[in-house]
């Protein structure tokens, strides 16, 4: 692998950049590996890059049906944290956040890890609590959180709308760790460093099927021929019901589709993430200008990649509400994810009942956050046959037992988390 | 802020409490979901109107709207 | 007047006199950068500064390149500027677009200190290493340096315009439109579509993104019917504008096509500039107007695009599009130069080259890469003193700020032309995007070199050069074909198909992408600085798929989103990978077309109205007695009633919880929902929905219910009175009001339709207030009079009634959330303001008092009653102590799931109170149990605290939390850890009634 | 001050500018009355008072019995969907499966009353005549600011008059209707809303009103 620093940036740039390698092998699929991951996303590539470098499993192939980076890890508004209130999940966030705030050398890719905070703004007393709780839940687990009362919130962002706002700003809850990162550099950064250790990443081969023998998943057909595998895992976001339908399960997840939009670039001006506490919309600012902002699900089942226009409005209402200076800012794209939404808004990180085949799922809209932990967990998973210990509480099965993760309190409706 | 909204696969139906399998037979109705990529079957609930559970047809790929109908018997649309 | 008249023509020395439409009777003054030009009404900002001879307008993203305009439409690239000032600051606006008025004020952007002279230019020094993806190998190391010193600068460098940080001064609205056809476009096939469509009389909508309709007509020369196309264009609107039926909306961008929800027809997304046109909207007028136009049919008439050619210093000011060369001489009659070439790859160039000679611009050369060319062309081109040069292209170009000469390569020869100006013509590209943002993908046209609409959403159809009719004939017949076609399908008895005639045209064409010979710097993505060798490298380094090379290179990334630069770059892409155009891809378009303010998009609901506010109809009283008001969803509720001299809202709600528990006192309730439950079945439903029995209440009694969600966690709670025979009144939590009627409806309509049960809501036509204290009774009997007897054993508690009082039909609820002896009086609403009166009137000797949701919470608090804290959606009917009440005779919502190991287990935290040992410690909600000594970890997290108050019976805060294995505990000693609030308390375990646990005080 | 004395005053939710609405009634009289309004009012809103109004549901299995009641009692054809039929005073709007809204010029609370007796057995009966706020809408440009507030097609051929449609106004659900043109005022529409919502309803009515020029008096 070609080493980036300055230094060959240099060197290169007296040479034109003639001598540039490609960043991943866009391989062609072999007969057989050790385990065949389905989802060329952040999350499949980091289990392959975790497997390959942690667990020295480098037979390993990334099979992905178009090309990588091109399902929800590129269509994401690229938001970090690990401010979670719930046993079940803050441990395993933290570690994400651990993750990336190492990403950089361990990958030697700059994804522009930026910890420039996120506030969750409070609107009541009831909110107030129901933060404070979440964040000495956090501080118990010595993940990093205050408590800002209206003031330190003016102080932070004095263009938020303190004094003519239907429901007034109180306060926020601040993860300083909190942040940003680029979306397409965590992609292709975890493909290079895979790919350099020998993982195969195949691109525009679509799964069609899953080979079964003795009750064992043993491969998968693909538009590019059988591959088979001892392990095939799952890491298909949107698409996991699809793919689980060929191995006759249903899963709790619902596929719904989440906007994201992106303004024209102008001067830097908000500093880190804002989440809105009494509507739905959450706005940061990129390294380029452009405020990425997004709001609420559309809200129904969907495998389109587009959104309606009444959540466009209500997330730009949402905007308006807390920032009245973006009415002449202009919305320059607006995309559609399609999101796994869990019934308890948590994600599954487990065996199947199926011997062979593995899930990693139910991400909800929180995906590109957990980007290196669920890799690191999923690797994991693969390589031993055991839950990581920070997603034990990720299981199939918790359904059934009544051990839900759900941080909203919303209940089994996916759409309301 | 839509005059409908989306309350889930219109699959759903309570199963007998007193089945001896009651237990698995009702997280496999509550929790488990076909998720089609095509014609669904869902219930729309008109929130901002005649507060009708609708039964709506519609294709998961397209957001095409192939039927639609009132989920109960009595009464006319709205 | 007349001098400034004087100034504005020595002003404009790029303006020719016999040409264009702007309004020469109408000057205006403007200022860019400061310095005062002058204008005519129908400029836009790009034609006025270019009549005044400014060519330099603009600085690029990344190098700082010198820019000038490129084109005369919204797809312009580099023509940026910040519009207006101070909380109107507008940035990014393109000139060519802007509409000049009276006043206007504009500058420059990403330069400094001027776009003259810019020091961020040293970047492109350092272009060398600036290349695509450069951020992306370096910046590594040292890690903290990123956060540090790194980013900041980007995050300097970054951006174009400012913004503004002030509130938007100005308003938007929204309007629901509704139509049988909706053309997008007014050029030819757009008016031709609508004409015949608007004579059968169908409702049409018209919308245009330009101030003015015609399109490209507005730009060349060409004659319908013998006619100027002007002429044309004038005659076809004034009988549009004579139809009824027919809308016409310029300065309308149709931004997005859109899913239709449950209606079935099309939803299109529209952006009308209302007000940009002015300084300042007149009072009640929108500064923009967002359109959702609902159409059965959608003619797509969007037009075409002229793509530029890559080759070296193609960026120079002075370098533009054929199209926008014609559209600044004919329609704004300005010269763009004065010494002229043409590159072309086909015959539009030729076009180019007339019109320029039309206007008295001389034409030194003009360059076509095709070997043969139509004679005709070629001799008109050198009659008009023009050399011409087949297989030629332009390889380089010098200049300081501004074009001065090009090097031309062909036929083994190399010259070098003298010109201020270069008009290129690389071809059209259709504007497909509306085709594609409901799925849709376009289609690569080999004879049109160009992608052109594919599979069309239902209910679309697509004419003129959108769809590659590039001759005025071709487009004018589809358009009416298209819009008499929309007509009949609406069900409109279509008369005779309009027809016009006019001349042909030579449309030919040999694509030329990229000019690899050529020397300097390629740009492809002018605003971006994405050059050929930009390119290059992306597909060196196996970025080599469209969405890896946009997202690499951020090519068509930039404002104008890749309207001049996508195909170029796929094209030189396609090369390097000796791939084919379209499969190298095609970039899915998604809306906006082109980009939409925000505040359009929020339309009204802004500020106090970003979301309607439920008023109580004792609200004006309350606000007469100095209420401070509480949000409770959208609903507002007094929370205390503060009085002169207190000096903290403690001791206000202190003195309210007091006075209530030594005498009386009054709350509004009105926010808590009631539902009308009637019906056969009501009964029996009731026993379904809720927990406990409800069959066995008798008319005349309240009973407290709680449900379930399906999944077994608490949904609501709250008290149902059977008011008289099979009536059942239910009434839920403030919060859940909506959400327990939505349930509701479900179990009627979905889960059991066979029953006989009609429910609707209430809550509206009550007006609620809580009678409460041991002196609550007499006030009562004071108030009702004869009108009810309400002793201990004619009126006990949970008792409930209807009667008539003074006429009015009145209820009246024996039900206490307080503790109290307490009642609930419900009037008509219409009365509500008059009863909270004669309550305080009838009660002012008994001291009664207004008390707030902050007293209803302390007192709650007080008794151990649960709310919306411990109603968090994952809590138990037992984790709240009310497991018993869960019958086991009788099936009900939520009874299967409730069985769940997960929810069963006896580990789970459970409700109890929480006293602090150091009777003057503070609580905080929030806080997490920890035992004495456990060291603060997530292992040893025992449960955390729900609600606390300061008790002023009790004299010590009080909180009511969840503990593991909570009601064995009472007694035990633990720590409520809070230190996000800096609160960390030794705190006893005790029973959740605080407060007369006997419930002796209910009973009197 | 004696308990014993008081008169039932009731009070508007109209009956002053509320959250500081721009045109509570009579703040914006008359049209013209506002720098830069039209000087005929394209907008006229009158707020209904007096009126009874109940939910009526039909008892299950009762649709026909229910329908025949009402014409019998009333010599109304029950809407057997989106519609409005009226006589003598006494109007039914169908709101949706099974459910009805009645309203009557007059009676006020005792309508619902009369209702529950007439209709005993075959529907089930609610009084909302203070749950629903009633604003009539009339004038040249009431199309426009209707369609300014609600995603519905208020066009004269495809909401004729009689019809009627529950929707979301800005935010707020309501239920409105189409009466005959009254002549010269052009077309007459009216609107109902909870209550608590009105003076919301009424800041965005006015807003939408204003630039066609906005008159409005309260009863």
């Not at chain 3, 540090?148 to 002030?166: D, F, M, S, V």
């Not at chain 3, 959108?466 to 009949?488: I, P, S, V, Y």
């Not at chain 3, 926010?671 to 439903?685: E, H």
């Not at chain 3, 009788?890 to 935290?909: H, N, Q, S, W």
């Amino acid at each position: 692998m070609m080493r980036y620093s300055i230094f060959n940036l240099v060197r290169q740039a007296l040479d034109g950049h003639r001598s540039w390698k490609p960043a991943w092998r866009d391989a062609d699929p072999k007969p057989s590996y050790d385990i065949v991951i389905v989802g060329g996303g952040g999350h499949g590539l980091a289990t392959a890059h975790y497997l390959s470098k942690v667990h020295g499993i480098s037979n390993v192939a990334v099979v992905e049906k178009g090309w990588i980076g091109s399902g929800n890890a590129g269509r994401n508004t690229t938001i970090i944290r690990s401010n979670y209130l719930l046993p079940g999940n803050n441990p395993f966030y933290e570690l994400s956040m651990k993750l990336w705030e190492g990403l950089e050398q361990d990958l030697n890719y700059n994804a522009m890890v930026s910890q420039r905070g996120v506030l969750n703004l409070y609107h009541s007393d009831a909110q107030r609590d129901a933060y404070a709780r979440r964040g000495n839940g956090m501080l118990l687990h010595g993940v990093d959180a205050e408590l800002l009362d209206a003031g330190a919130v003016r102080r932070m962002m004095p263009f938020l709308d303190f004094d003519n706002a239907r429901f007034p700003i109180q306060g926020g809850l601040l993860q300083r760790r909190g942040g940003t990162a680029r979306h397409d550099a965590v992609v292709w950064g975890y493909a290079r460093s895979a790919s350099s250790r020998g993982v195969d990443i195949i691109q525009n081969c679509e799964v069609t099927g899953l080979i079964r023998e003795a009750g064992r998943v043993t491969g998968v057909e693909t538009t590019r021929g059988s591959i088979r595998a001892q392990k095939v895992g799952l890491a298909v976001a949107g698409n996991t019901s699809r793919l689980a339908a060929m191995a006759d399960l249903r899963l709790p997840i619902e596929s719904h589709v989440l906007q994201a939009f992106v303004s024209e670039a102008i001067k830097p001006f908000i500093p880190g993430v804002v989440t809105f506490g009494a509507g739905h919309f959450y706005i940061s600012q990129s390294d380029k200008g452009s405020l990425v902002f997004g709001g609420d699900l559309d809200g129904y089942n969907s495998y389109a990649q587009r959104g309606n226009l009444p959540v466009v409005e209500d997330v730009c209402e949402g905007g308006m509400a807390i920032m009245p200076a973006l009415g002449r800012v202009r919305v320059l794209r607006s995309w559609g994810g399609i999101m796994d939404m869990s019934m308890d808004g948590s994600p599954i990180i487990d065996r199947t009942p199926i011997p062979g085949l593995f899930l990693n799922a139910g991400w909800c809209y929180g995906g590109f956050k957990a980007t290196p932990a669920s890799g690191w967990c999923f690797a994991h998973l693969l390589a031993r046959d055991q839950p990581h210990e920070v997603a034990r509480a990720y299981r199939l099965d918790r359904f059934a037992t009544g051990l839900l993760i759900d941080e909203r309190g919303a209940g089994p409706q996916p759409n309301l988390h | 802020m839509s005059e409908f909204s989306y309350r889930g696969d219109a699959a759903f139906q309570r199963p007998d409490a007193a089945a001896a399998d009651a237990g698995s037979r009702y997280v496999e109705a509550v929790y488990l979901r076909t998720n089609p990529a095509g014609p669904h079957e869902e219930l729309w609930y008109h929130l901002f109107g005649c507060r009708s559970w609708i039964k709506v047809r519609r294709d998961t790929r397209t957001h095409e709207i192939l039927a639609v109908r009132a989920a109960d018997a009595g009464g006319s649309g709205s | 007047m007349s001098d400034s008249r004087g100034r504005i023509s020595r002003q404009q020395p790029n303006r020719l006199q016999r040409l264009g439409v702007v309004d020469r009777s109408q000057p205006l003054n403007f200022q860019f950068d400061g310095r005062r030009y002058g204008g005519f009404a129908g400029d836009t900002v790009a034609s006025a500064l270019l009549a005044a001879g400014v060519r330099l307008v603009g600085r690029s993203f990344k190098y700082h390149r010198p820019r000038g305009l490129l084109t005369a439409g919204s797809e312009e690239p580099n023509a940026l500027i910040e519009l207006r000032g101070g909380a109107r600051r507008e940035p990014n606006t393109r000139a060519t677009v802007a509409e000049l008025f009276e006043g206007l004020e504009a500058r420059s952007q990403n330069s400094w200190p001027g776009v003259g002279f810019d020091l961020g230019a040293v970047n492109s020094l350092l272009s060398p290493i600036f290349v695509a993806g450069f951020y992306y190998k370096t910046f590594m190391w040292p890690a903290a340096l990123w956060e540090k010193l790194y980013e900041p600068l980007i995050r300097r460098a970054a951006g174009l315009g400012r913004a503004t940080h002030e509130a938007d001064p100005d308003s938007y609205d929204k309007f629901h439109a509704f139509c049988d056809l909706l053309v997008i476009g007014a050029g030819p096939a757009g008016l031709a579509a609508a004409l015949a469509a608007g004579r059968s009389g169908a409702r049409v909508i018209l919308c245009e993104e330009d101030f003015i309709l015609g399109g490209r007509l507005n730009g060349d020369r060409q004659l319908i019917d013998e006619m100027s196309g002007r002429d044309w264009v004038w005659q076809i609107e004034a009988e549009l504008r004579s139809l009824s039926g027919v809308r016409i909306l310029p300065r309308t961008t149709v931004f997005g096509a859109y899913d239709a929800g449950l209606t079935g027809a099309r939803t299109y997304g529209a952006l009308e500039r209302v007000c940009d046109h002015l300084a300042v909207p007149p009072a009640h007028r929108p500064r923009q107007r967002l359109w959702k136009i609902v159409a059965r049919h959608a003619v797509l008439a969007a037009g075409a695009l002229e793509r530029p050619i890559v080759f070296g210093d193609n960026d120079r000011p002075g370098i533009m599009t054929g199209a926008a060369v014609r559209t600044y001489l004919n329609r704004f009659g300005v010269a763009p130069g004065r010494r002229a070439a043409v590159f072309t790859c086909g015959d539009d160039g030729w076009r180019t080259a007339a019109d320029l000679k039309h206007a008295g611009v001389a034409v030194e050369a003009v360059i076509d890469s095709r070997t043969e060319a139509d004679p005709a062309l070629v001799r008109a081109a050198e009659l008009g003193g023009a050399q011409v040069l087949l297989g030629s292209q332009v390889v380089g170009t010098a200049g300081w700020q501004r074009l001065s000469r090009i090097t031309v390569r062909g036929g083994g020869r190399t010259a070098q032309f003298s010109v201020d100006l270069l008009a290129v013509s690389g071809g059209w590209n259709p504007n497909v995007a509306l085709s594609t943002h409901l799925g849709g993908k376009p289609r690569w046209s080999a004879g049109l070199s160009a992608f052109v609409p594919g599979d069309l959403p239902r209910g679309m159809s697509v004419a003129g050069a959108c769809g590659g009719a590039w001759a005025l004939g071709d487009a004018l017949r589809e358009g009416a074909k298209a819009g008499a076609q929309a007509a009949t399908a609406a069900g409109y008895a279509a008369g005779s198909i309009p027809s016009w005639s006019c001349a042909g045209e030579r449309v030919g064409l040999t694509p030329l992408w990229h000019v690899e010979s050529s020397t300097g710097k390629a740009f492809v993505d002018f605003q971006h600085d994405v050059t050929s060798e930009d390119v290059a490298l992306a597909a060196r380094e196996g970025y080599r798929s469209v969405e890896h090379l946009k997202r690499y290179t951020t090519l068509g990334m930039a404002t104008d989103q890749g309207k001049t630069s996508n195909l170029n770059g796929l094209a030189i892409m396609a090369a390097l990978t000796e791939r084919s155009i379209p499969s190298v891809g095609t970039t899915t378009a998604r809306p906006p077309f082109t980009p939409v303010s925000i505040g359009a998009l929020a339309g009204p609901h802004r500020g106090k109205h970003f979301r309607p506010t439920r008023l109580t109809a004792g609200h004006d009283w309350a606000k007469e007695r100095g209420a401070t008001f509480v949000e409770a969803g959208q609903w507002l509720r007094a929370q205390w009633f503060a009085r002169s001299g207190e000096s903290s809202w403690q001791e206000t709600v202190s003195r309210e919880v007091r006075a209530v528990r030594a005498g009386v006192g009054v709350c509004d309730v009105s926010t808590l929902g009631k539902i009308d439950i009637q019906g056969a079945d009501a009964a029996a439903f009731l026993d379904r929905v809720y927990i406990n029995v409800f069959s066995s209440l008798p008319v005349g009694k309240s009973r407290y219910g709680l449900m379930l969600r399906e999944d077994g966690f608490v949904m609501d709670d709250g008290t149902t009175a059977q008011i008289a025979k099979g009536h059942y009144l239910m009434s839920t939590t403030t919060a859940n009001a909506a959400g327990v009627m939505q349930h509701l409806e479900h179990a009627r309509q979905i889960l059991w339709p066979e029953l006989d049960v009609q429910i609707v809501s209430v809550t509206e036509q009550w007006a609620q207030y809580a009678v409460a204290g041991p002196k609550s009774r007499e006030l009562l009997q004071r108030l009702l009079g004869d009108a009810l007897d309400l002793s201990d054993g004619a009126f006990p508690y949970l008792a409930c009634a209807e009667f008539s009082w003074r006429n009015v039909r009145a209820r009246l609820f024996r039900i206490s959330f307080s503790g109290e002896l307490a009642y609930e009086l419900a009037v008509p609403a219409r009365f509500g303001d008059a009863a909270i009166r004669a309550i305080m009137s009838a009660g002012a000797s008994l001291d009664v008092t207004p008390y707030g949701t902050e007293a209803l919470g302390v007192m709650r608090i007080e008794k151990g009653h649960v709310a919306g804290n411990e109603l968090n959606g994952t809590t138990t009917a037992t984790d709240l102590g009310l497991g018993r009440m869960m019958s086991r005779k009788k099936d009900f919502i939520g009874r299967v799931l409730a069985e769940r190991p997960g929810l069963t287990d006896p580990e789970r935290p459970a409700l109890v109170g929480i006293r602090p040992v150091d009777g003057s410690a503070r609580l905080y909600a929030g806080a997490h149990f920890l035992q004495i000594g456990a060291t603060p970890s997530l292992e040893n997290d025992q449960g955390y605290l729900t609600s606390v108050a300061l008790s002023p019976m009790l004299g010590t805060w009080i909180g009511l939390g969840f503990l593991r294995r909570g009601p064995e505990r009472h007694g035990e000693r633990i720590r409520a850890f809070c230190p996000i609030r800096g609160g960390d308390a030794e705190v006893e375990v005790v029973s959740p009634v605080f407060f007369d646990p006997q419930g002796a005080r209910l009973h009197v | 001050m004696s308990d014993t004395t008081f008169t039932w005053t009731p009070r508007s939710p109209l009956a002053d500018a509320a959250l500081g609405s721009t045109a509570a009634p009579g703040s914006i009289a008359a049209p013209g009355s506002i720098a830069g309004l039209p000087a005929v009012a394209g907008v006229s809103a009158v707020v209904r008072d007096g009126f009874g109004l109940a939910t009526v549901l039909a008892r299950k299995g009762a649709s026909a019995a229910l329908a025949a009641r009402v014409r019998e009692r009333f010599g109304i054809d029950l809407p057997g969907g989106p519609r409005r039929d009226a006589a003598a005073g006494v109007a039914f709007v169908g709101t949706g499966p099974g459910a009805w809204l009645a309203i009557a010029e007059r009676g006020g609370n005792e309508f619902a009353e009369t209702l529950r007796r007439e209709l005993d057995g075959v529907a089930s009966v609610s009084d909302q005549s203070d749950g629903y706020v009633l604003v009539r809408l009339t004038g040249s440009r009431v199309r426009e600011a209707l369609a300014k507030l609600a995603p519905i097609d208020v066009h004269a051929r495809a909401f004729e008059a009689g019809a009627t449609a529950s929707t979301v106004a800005s935010h707020i659900g309501v239920t409105l209707w189409r009466l005959e043109d009254e002549p010269g005022a052009g077309p007459v529409f009216e609107i109902v809303m909870f209550r608590s919502l009105a003076a919301s309803f009424w800041h965005a009515l006015a807003e939408a009103g204003a630039e066609f020029g906005f008159a409005a008096s309260a009863p």
